[in-house]
């Protein structure tokens, strides 16, 4: 019943700028935590960026500084911008919530997938 829509993947040269959003639809009670994850090389999900309830926001240290990740609670969003992407950027990007929907207890929930290409 609850789907994650991600959005504003594409192409861009190094050092260029994207917006990823993604919204969750469907009969949501509440959010905790929402994330970026991307797919590396071994096909394993690291994490890229994480935004609590509380607005709280942890980043990997390979986009620290370059990347802001943010949410609308109002519209069930969460945002990740990019700058100054680099080559190594490119990657599937993956939207996670922690959410509540029709259950007493949270789960996650993903996305998915957004591919964002970086070319130098």
């Known amino acids: 019943q609850v789907q994650l829509v991600e959005s504003g993947g594409g192409l861009v040269q190094a050092g260029g700028s994207l917006r990823l959003s993604c919204a969750a639809s469907?009969?949501?009670?509440?959010?905790?935590?929402m994330g970026w994850y991307r797919q590396t090389l071994t096909k394993q999900r690291e994490l890229v960026a994480t935004?609590?309830?509380?607005?709280?926001?942890n980043y990997a240290d390979s986009v620290k500084g370059r990347f802001t990740i943010s949410r609308d609670n109002a519209k069930n969003t969460v945002y990740l911008q990019m700058n100054s992407l680099k080559p190594e950027d490119t990657s599937v990007y993956y939207c996670?919530?922690?959410?509540?929907?029709?259950?007493?207890?949270?789960?996650?929930?993903w996305g998915q997938g957004t591919q964002v290409a970086v070319s130098s």
């Open positions: 469907g009969s949501i009670f509440s959010i905790n935590s």
């Open positions: 935004i609590t309830a509380e607005n709280s926001s």
């Open positions: 996670k919530m922690n959410l509540k929907a029709r259950s007493w207890r949270f789960d996650n929930y």
